[in-house]
Structure formats: C-alpha cells, structure tokens
C-alpha cells in the first residue's frame, strides 16, 4: 500500500480503483475467515487500514473543494461558468490547493484551503459561534 504522500499525489479515478478493489478483498477477506480458510488474520487490518486511509485523502479533497466554492471571491470568479475542480494537498503551504477550470481546461481561480483550522464541535457551536475562515489564499487568472 501506498503512503499517505503518494495518496494525496494520486487522481481521484486512480484513488476509488484503489477502494474498489481494496474493498472487494475485504469481501474476500471476509469470505475465507467465515470458511475457516484465511491463513494471515493481520491482513484483515491491513485491508481496513488502507480503506480508511482512501476513504480520508477522498473525503478530504471533498471538503477543500466546498470549502473553496463557499468563498465569496471563488462564487465571484466563477459565476456563470461551467467548472471543475481538482484538489491536491501541497506540502510547502500545508494547505490543499483547489484548481478550478472551465469545459475546455482553462484555469478560472485557484484556492488555497486550510482544512486543520480548528473549527466548532456540536451542532450548537455551528450556529453561535464564528465559523474560522478556511480559504488562505487564492490566484486570479487572466
């Protein structure tokens, strides 16, 4: 399995392959222990392991994206366009950098999303309290 670098490095169709067949063992794995055919138990953990860990890299560039669409100045740039955005995390900023192009593959904006602030716990919290700003950065195109 893959570390946790290479998987932020990866494409989202090459990540849900990667859990696609990572779950399909599990099945399999699941399989051979009911029918007392499984020889190596700590590959069941293992298997899990790396499923969590995709689920999470999935998931996370998930919430950078909506994190980088609520931002008043991302809506602005993006406004009657039609996009796409990809999400990767990038080291030196410690942020995910959230891509935004057009049908044809031109660049719109780029938001830099800091996921690790702390925000509030509870449903309660959401409501009463400021909600931290996650957006750190952003690039204009031309």
Do not use: C
């Not at 990540?15 to 700590?42: C, G, I, P």
């Not at 990809?86 to 935004?100: I, K, L, M």
């Not at 938001?111 to 009463?128: E, F, I």
Request: proline share 2%.
């Amino acid at each position: 399995m893959a570390s946790i670098v290479e998987l932020r490095q990866m494409s989202n169709d090459k990540l849900t392959d990667m859990l696609e067949n990572s779950r399909e063992e599990m099945f399999n794995l699941r399989f051979q222990k009911a029918s007392a055919r499984l020889e190596n138990t700590a590959r069941l953990s293992e298997v899990r392991h790396e499923i969590a860990q995709l689920e999470t890299v999935l998931h996370m560039r998930e919430l950078a994206i909506e994190a980088a669409i609520e931002d008043p100045a991302t809506v602005e740039a993006l406004a009657d366009e039609e996009w796409r955005a990809n999400a990767r995390f990038v080291y030196e900023d410690s942020a995910w950098r959230v891509d935004f192009t057009d049908k044809a593959g031109k660049g719109l904006i780029t938001t830099y999303v800091d996921l690790n602030k702390s925000r509030p716990k509870g449903r309660r919290a959401r409501r009463t309290k400021k909600q931290p700003q996650l957006v750190v950065g952003r690039e204009e195109r031309a």
